[in-house]
């Protein structure tokens, strides 16, 4: 009775000291065996079941993939005194877990470190740099005949091919960072950048320089098409009198001829029957005057005698 109750504690003893001294090493993980805060042995990198030294030996873990960093929003002037925001990202791993454990001990310290770093690279980079090498990448060209034709480059600005380009830029950047990274037991894999951007006055004042230019090139746009306008218009009048005056001149060379022949037919018509020709006249005149007319005629007057005969037959 008594060496059932003594077996289950021992049992329970046995298999806490057991759980005491194994540990599991994850296919993502590495880890170093700490006694009383010093490592002890070298990393187990291995995955799988490990064992220790029970209640005195502790594991302390790292990941063993890739890490991501995030820096600050920075302002920084160029080598041109122009000051940009620059927002920077890196990968990282834990390369050598023994080293890391005692210069940076843990994932918060290492990101501490790694913020000091990569930040006074990246301030020495961009302050030794023109800002037309860092938002230009190196296979950057431009047909600097089509925007001198449209007007639309000014003349402080370098059309030229970067000499080195944002990605060169990124990779001087990581090769001066990951020099100070293997003391720390990291390895830097890249750095990149993420935004580039003026700072808020700045980008102001570019903006209402982009507007100006804009209006200016609208202007010249406006000022064209209205000489071009006028020209049309001048154009258009021009042939409009042409025409008019062609007009006038067909209408008087038609009316001419109608005068002429009708001329033509009255004289016709006179020499057929003169006698007839004045009588039809005489009753024309007639129509004339009216019913309410008097006509005083001297009686000397050829048109009296010519009534006064036409009266008498």
Known sequence: MIRTPL???????????????????????????VQFGEPIGTPVTEPGLHWKLPFIQE??????????????????????????????????????????LRSVRDEAGARTRIDDIIDSVVRDI???????????????????????????????????????????????????????????GIELVDVRIKRINYIESVRRQVESRMVAERQSIAERFRSEGQGRSQEILGQMERELRTISSEAERRAAEIRGKADGEATRIYGEAYGADPEFYAFFRTLESYRAMGSNTTLMLDAESEYFRYLDSTRRR
């Open 7 to 33: 077996l289950i504690v021992l049992a329970i003893v046995l298999a806490f000291v057991i759980g005491s001294a194994t540990f599991v090493i994850d296919e993502a993980e590495q880890g170093i065996i």
């Open 59 to 100: 594991v302390r873990r790292f990941d063993k993939r890739l890490l991501g960093w995030d820096g600050d929003i920075s302002q920084i002037p160029t080598l041109g005194r122009e000051f940009v925001i620059v927002d920077t990202t890196a990968r990282w791993r834990i390369h050598d877990p023994l080293r890391f």
């Open 126 to 184: 961009i302050s030794g740099t023109t800002l037309e090498e860092i938002v230009r990448s190196r296979d950057w060209q431009v047909d600097a005949d089509a925007i001198e034709e449209e007007d639309l480059i000014r003349d402080d600005v370098d059309l030229n091919k970067p000499k080195k380009g944002r990605e060169q830029l990124e990779k001087d950047m990581l090769a001066a960072a990951a020099e100070r990274m293997p003391e720390l």
